[in-house]
């Protein structure tokens, strides 16, 4: 089954919502039409000439990036410049681009968490390098027959329902009666076709983060044994878990300058790297960011973070680094980000899967960032 561009952005928005983007990012759709039908995707870290002509040969017609292809206003569709060709061509081939850029920098699970799982480095206690914002919470109430409450529990708190800090499984349930009649035309669970029935039922409340809600409402009703499941979900004047851009990871062991080093010319795709370590042998508290690290050095600092990994360095961002006695690691911004793209691509076609479609999920070759070194 072939699945409408407006299904797999409502996916993606799952992942990473638009809201979270950081002011004035376009991310979401950058090109094409929301209610046309596809078959096969293609994902990339750019929307450019090398993805575009691959997309093309593949027969992919829609393209995600993390990267927007759109990023400063366009105000001519000049195939004599850069943007604009790569515009054209991507309309006159049909194509469908979406973009989850910055939202996919900031979501929990988004592209710092897959730098630092690619580095094998513990994410379970990371903290937000800057914070840009906080998940949105919702309640959920939903009312289940006496005796099927625990595996709806379970089924919830494994969806991510019910999590408060380091607390899994959070709900409060109190007893009561639920009534009902059902309609000739129904299959019901418990009761008869035209009575009134009424229901030892539990009245089960508990949390959840917004971005889950799809997947916990979907988990729910598969899980609820009525034909009709009554739940009602509120919104929450609450701050749920910080989101924002890098993370801070404290290691139980610190790791020597050898094998940090090592890891990530294992671990990302690159084979260069440039460093600056201050003299330090050791390292573990660890700062990282996929991407362009450079505006996070004084955050990594105030934060005590022994060494900041990321891409695009400047100059002047080692000489605010070297005055704040913090190491750097380089790798690169297209290596730091690689991983998130990769997880991208697994999770658009797992989700693609469950959800019963035959839509195939190719990930661009991933060649180098176009750089050689001497
Ligand atoms: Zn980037």
Known sequence: MKVSVNAVMKYMEELAPLSVALPGDPVGLQVGNPSSIVDSIMVALDPDLETIEEAIKKKAQMIITHHPLIYNKLSSINEAGPRGSLVARAIRNNLHIYSAHTNFDVTRGGVSYRLAEALGLPVKNASVLEVTGSEQLLKLVVFVPKGHEDRILDALARAGAGQIGRYSHCTFQTMGTGTFMPAADTNPFIGSKGELEKVSEIRLETILPVTRRKTI????IKHHPYEEVAYDLYPLDLEGDEIGLGLLIDLEEELSFDQLINRCLTNLSTN?????????????RIALCGGSGGSLIEHAARQNADVLISGD??????????????????????????PGVKYLKDYLQHKLEDEGY?????????????????
């Open 217 to 220: 409402i979907s988990d729910l």
């Open 272 to 284: 260069t790297l440039r460093y600056s370590i201050n003299d330090r042998e050791g390292f573990r």
């Open 313 to 338: 360095f400047r100059y002047h961002d080692l000489k605010d680094a070297q005055a704040l006695n913090i190491a750097l690691i380089d790798a690169g911004h297209h290596a730091t980000e690689l």
């Open 358 to 374: 035959g839509v195939e999920v190719h990930l661009q070759a991933l060649t180098p960032a176009g750089w050689s070194c001497t």
